[in-house]
């Protein structure tokens, strides 16, 4: 009688208790037709809504071309797939900058209650780290890591996290990573420990977002939406794992958040260095805080640097010329690479390195321009132009050639949900209230 009910049991556990990844293909399918059920304004289908959506869900065939290809040896497919990101990429800065020069626009709430986002915003969450701790114990004895040359700009403490397999693909650089290569370092941080910020890294995109709808766009449903939307993009449980892919959206959507805390927002935005791209923003969020709050916010930023530099002393393995080298890479202070095969993604399928030389000076150029452009910046500028920059970096990007979209999904949500924003602006105080 003992053996049957523990068999009984065994039975029941598996029928009802045994959980495994849904296939990338159906989860597309999935996510497609639920974020249509939710989001897609069907009585004004000619809606800029209903075109992001069409468009973000254009993302995902991309990257699993990629990934199919990576995983198959097909590089034509993989190259494709790179190509496809890459136009995707330059559509969605053109939607960034058509932004800017919107003035009307209409409320277009989600299609459900707030009570059956917020189901779904916790159902979505818990499904996301279902995934992650899964792929965490699955491959708990073997963690794959990415290799990036010292030649690169980046930020070691970052790099020794390791990534914690989600789906089917886990690193599309591991293959170029092998024992004793330059740029691979020996210290290695517990995969639990990557777990546990990832999620967290994870958790504060979504409550970021949400209190972003809540507070400054002054509608809950909103930010439920951005929210719901955010965690039903494939790509968000695809490169879930990633760290470096989440990390840097979650401050800067609490960047966004304090934006009317200028040393706050400071501080975050400086964190987001850790990857390096972001330091471009510094033009864009100083002509945006230039009539009121530039003193505090430059004090933020230089506290937050400040702690990525103590960082990296803290961490000092070698001589002061190491500590040097990580310094360099920390703030880009490199020559361009120009060995093909330091480069992964797109640049590393044929294409001449020095052709990355026009497109780091046209992104350069597009920096300093948004310092002077919108004259006038809100907060539904700040947060468009942020996404374009953040977008175009992947063109020249050596390391990622397109992947890095966690950068800017959060904006981008933001940026698709927002309200008119005209009035969210910081004024000096001789010509009127600030916000």
Same mark, same amino acid.
């Given at each position: 009688?003992?053996?049957?009910?523990?068999?009984?049991?065994?039975?029941?556990?598996?029928?009802?208790?045994?959980?495994? @990844?849904?296939?990338?293909? !159906?989860?597309?399918?999935?996510?497609?037709?639920?974020?249509?059920?939710?989001?897609?304004?069907?009585?004004? *289908?000619?809606?800029?809504?209903?075109?992001?959506?069409?468009? $973000?869900?254009?993302?995902?065939?991309?990257?699993?071309?990629?990934?199919?290809?990576?995983? +198959?040896?097909?590089?034509?497919?993989?190259?494709?797939?790179?190509?496809?990101?890459?136009?995707?990429?330059?559509?969605?800065? $053109?939607?960034?900058?058509?932004?800017? !020069?919107? %003035?009307?626009?209409?409320?277009?709430?989600?299609?459900?209650?707030?009570?059956? *986002?917020?189901?779904? /915003?916790?159902?979505?969450?818990?499904?996301?780290?279902?995934?992650?701790?899964?792929?965490?114990?699955?491959?708990?004895?073997?963690?794959?890591?990415?290799?990036?040359?010292?030649?690169?700009?980046?930020?070691?403490?970052?790099?020794?996290?390791?990534?914690?397999?989600?789906?089917? &693909?886990?690193?599309?650089?591991?293959?170029?990573?092998?024992?004793?290569?330059?740029?691979?370092?020996?210290?290695?941080?517990?995969?639990?420990?990557?777990?546990?910020?990832?999620?967290?890294? #994870?958790?504060?995109?979504?409550?970021?977002?949400?209190?972003?709808?809540?507070? @400054?766009?002054?509608?809950?449903?909103?930010?439920?939406? =951005?929210?719901?939307?955010?965690?039903?993009?494939?790509?968000?449980?695809?490169?879930?794992?990633?760290?470096?892919?989440?990390?840097?959206?979650?401050?800067?959507?609490? =960047?966004?958040?304090?934006?009317?805390?200028?040393?706050?927002?400071?501080?975050?935005?400086?964190?987001?260095?850790?990857?390096?791209?972001?330091?471009? *923003?510094?033009?864009?969020?100083?002509?945006?805080?230039?009539?009121?709050?530039?003193?505090?916010?430059?004090?933020?930023?230089?506290?937050?640097?400040?702690?990525?530099?103590?960082?990296? /002393?803290?961490?000092?393995?070698?001589?002061?010329?190491?500590?040097?080298? #990580?310094?360099?890479?920390? @703030?880009?202070?490199?020559?361009?690479?120009?060995?093909?095969?330091?480069?992964?993604?797109?640049?590393?399928?044929?294409?001449?390195?020095?052709?990355?030389?026009?497109?780091?000076?046209?992104?350069?150029?597009?920096?300093?321009?948004? =310092?002077?452009?919108?004259? #006038?910046?809100?907060?539904?500028?700040?947060?468009?132009?942020? =996404?374009?920059?953040?977008?175009?970096?992947?063109? &020249?990007?050596?390391?990622?050639?397109?992947?890095?979209?966690?950068?800017?999904?959060?904006?981008?949500?933001? %940026?698709?949900?927002?309200?008119?924003?005209?009035?969210?602006?910081?004024?000096?105080?001789?010509?009127? +209230?600030?916000?």
């Amino acid at each position: 009688m003992m053996f049957e009910n523990q068999q009984l049991y065994e039975q029941f556990n598996e029928i009802f208790f045994s959980y495994e @990844h849904v296939g990338s293909t !159906t989860w597309l399918y999935l996510t497609t037709l639920l974020s249509i059920a939710v989001f897609f304004k069907f009585g004004r *289908l000619f809606s800029m809504r209903n075109l992001d959506i069409i468009l $973000l869900t254009l993302f995902s065939p991309c990257f699993m071309l990629v990934s199919y290809g990576e995983m +198959n040896g097909f590089p034509e497919t993989e190259r494709l797939g790179y190509v496809t990101l890459w136009v995707m990429g330059g559509i969605f800065i $053109l939607r960034m900058f058509y932004d800017c !020069t919107m %003035i009307r626009r209409p409320l277009l709430e989600p299609n459900l209650s707030a009570g059956g *986002l917020s189901f779904l /915003v916790f159902s979505l969450f818990v499904l996301l780290v279902s995934n992650v701790s899964v792929g965490y114990i699955q491959n708990e004895t073997e963690v794959p890591r990415d290799a990036k040359s010292l030649s690169m700009p980046g930020y070691r403490i970052l790099e020794d996290l390791p990534p914690v397999p989600v789906a089917f &693909w886990e690193s599309p650089f591991e293959l170029h990573q092998q024992a004793g290569e330059p740029g691979v370092y020996p210290f290695e941080m517990s995969q639990a420990l990557s777990l546990g910020l990832v999620i967290a890294a #994870q958790f504060f995109v979504v409550m970021g977002l949400i209190l972003v709808g809540s507070i @400054h766009f002054e509608n809950v449903r909103m930010g439920l939406g =951005a929210a719901v939307f955010y965690l039903l993009i494939p790509y968000t449980g695809e490169m879930g794992g990633h760290i470096d892919h989440v990390l840097p959206g979650a401050l800067l959507v609490w =960047a966004i958040l304090f934006y009317r805390k200028p040393f706050i927002a400071g501080v975050l935005l400086s964190l987001s260095f850790c990857i390096y791209y972001p330091l471009f *923003l510094i033009p864009l969020w100083v002509s945006f805080y230039w009539q009121r709050g530039v003193v505090k916010f430059g004090t933020g930023v230089a506290l937050g640097w400040a702690l990525l530099v103590l960082g990296l /002393v803290l961490t000092q393995r070698e001589d002061v010329g190491d500590l040097i080298n #990580q310094l360099k890479r920390m @703030h880009g202070f490199l020559m361009p690479q120009m060995d093909p095969r330091a480069f992964q993604g797109l640049w590393e399928f044929g294409w001449a390195p020095v052709y990355r030389i026009p497109l780091i000076t046209a992104f350069i150029m597009m920096s300093i321009t948004y =310092a002077m452009w919108p004259a #006038q910046k809100n907060l539904g500028s700040l947060i468009s132009c942020t =996404a374009a920059l953040l977008l175009a970096t992947r063109f &020249w990007n050596g390391e990622g050639g397109g992947l890095y979209l966690g950068w800017s999904l959060p904006l981008i949500v933001l %940026i698709m949900f927002r309200p008119n924003l005209e009035d969210r602006v910081m004024l000096s105080r001789e010509t009127g +209230n600030s916000t």
